[in-house]
Nanobody, 126 residues
Framework: QVQLVESGGGLVQAGGSLRLSCAAS????????MGWFRQAPGKERVLVAS????????YYAESVKGRFTISRDNAKNTMYLQMNTLTPEDTAAYYC???????????????????WGQGTQVTVSS
């Protein structure tokens, strides 16, 4: 089992940047494909970005391509989401999640994610 704790959310103006972190404890972090999800009020939770076990493969939702960068440091048991050029449409609760399902490019359907963090709120003002 793995425990996940997100941090780094907050309030930022449109055009600004934030860096989210997801600290993992428990079983070997490098054994998991990791993902960032977000859920806006009244909307479904959706995948934002995911990363393979090694970090070499990444996947991004179209809405964040070119603006967000996912990365991981297996030595530090931590995953990151660098978010640039934020817009009000990025406002949501952001969750990190882990799955033992292998994927070369990090793309794994949400249903396979077994472990979730408690979420961190990102609010982008216009």
């Amino acid at each position: 089992q793995v425990q996940l704790v997100e941090s780094g959310g907050g309030l930022v103006q449109a055009g600004g940047s934030l860096r989210l972190s997801c600290a993992a404890s428990g079983r070997t972090f490098s054994s998991y494909t990791m993902g960032w999800f977000r859920q806006a009020p009244g909307k479904e939770r959706v995948l934002v970005a995911s990363i393979s076990r090694s970090g070499e493969g990444t996947y991004y939702a179209e809405s964040v391509k070119g603006r967000f960068t996912i990365s991981r440091d297996n030595a530090k048991n931590t995953m990151y989401l660098q978010m640039n050029t934020l817009t009000p449409e990025d406002t949501a609760a952001y969750y990190c999640a882990a799955t033992s399902k292998y994927s070369a490019d990090g793309a794994v359907e949400m249903v396979y994610y077994e472990y979730w963090g408690q979420g961190t709120q990102v609010t982008v003002s216009s």
